[in-house]
């Protein structure tokens, strides 16, 4: 073939795709194995969100609304913002995708930290935009150094807050300090998809941060109901901003981008709030639970406020991934982010993390006696 493939997209890496557990046991001759490495909710979704996602499979013979309108009408009272503030995408990257397809121009600058979520350069790339990446100081967002990066080409700044993969949390005058920085021509996204799980003294309103008399440059909040909500394999998150901001993401947003069955599981599971406190509870207990247990082991956890968190094993992460894969236990090797001896896992049920914290154990000695 003759096509011409320009450089912008030549030079994009793809998203590197987990196997499927089906695909590694048989690679390693295992079975029952336990997946810890996707920052997934174990306790899953609502009883409530799956029966109304079974009864929806009778409609599937029809399109979706294609304006989500009965969760549009329902997340925006229980948020107490306007509908018309509210944008739905096919998990909260696809948000990501129409901020950038509406807002970034070729040339078009975009500052993120590293290491974050890999999908913000990505799309970057695809629109023929400039990169401009800042490296985490001590494992927070560098704001000063993002805030002397902005210029007059600058239009988007994405901030995950809290950060995957270290789970710390700007606090809220780190962030309104940042914000009073920055021009108003640019907007911020902040990626709150772990912000159900941060400890409930540690938060602080961020909705009040789209107040457009603030007469700042505008904000964008990331959420999604893949996490706290157990809906990650049926796609569905949304953005909050300013009604305007959401006008325009509507113009490159494709019609019926929600499908019938994620719609109907976020109704069902946005209604059902003891489902969700009882999700929150069990997350925070077993993070406390993995902590102390990788503590009696030698190893350092890193505070976080999600439902993962970073584990300096104090040997080679990647060699420890392996040894712990040999055992079922799947956890994701934190070397390819510049963090040697780090490993990240998040929070399972009981009997997976007993399952894990036996493993690591045993991995710790065999590595260590390698």
Known sequence: MKIEI?????????YPPGKPIEELEREYGISGSIKLASNENPFGPSPAAVEAMRESLDNVHRYPDG?????????????GVAAEQLVFGNGSNEIIEFLVKAFVKEGGEVITSHPSFLMYQKFVQIRGGRNHVVELREMH?????????????????????????????????????????????????????????????????????????????????????????????VRIGFGIMAAPVAACLHKVRQPFNINLIAQQ???????????????????????????????????????????????DVHTDATALYEVMLKKGVIIRSMKAYGFDTFIRVNVGTDVENDRFLAALGEALRECGDG
Do not use: M, W
């Open 67 to 79: 304006s989500c309108h009965y969760l549009n009408q329902a997340l925006a009272e229980h948020l």
């Open 141 to 233: 967002h560098d704001l000063d150094e993002i805030a002397a990066l902005v210029s007059p080409a600058t239009r988007l700044i994405f901030i995950d807050n809290p950060n995957n993969p270290t789970g710390t949390l700007l606090t809220r005058d780190r962030l309104n300090g940042f914000l009073a920085k920055l021009p108003d021509h640019l907007i911020v996204v902040l990626d709150e998809a772990y912000i159900d799980f941060v400890d409930r003294d540690q938060r602080y309103d961020t909705l009040s941060l789209l107040d457009e008399r603030h007469g700042r440059c505008a904000v964008v909040l990331l959420r999604t109901f893949s996490k706290a909500y157990g809906l990650a394999g």
């Open 6 to 14: 320009p450089e912008n997209i030549r030079a994009i890496t793809p």
């Open 265 to 311: 599981g976020a109704l069902a599971a946005l209604s059902d709030h003891d489902f969700y406190e009882l999700t929150l509870r069990k997350t925070a207990a077993g993070k406390r639970y993995l902590t102390e247990g990788v503590r009696r082991l030698g190893c350092a956890p890193f505070p976080s406020q999600t439902n993962f968190f970073l584990i």
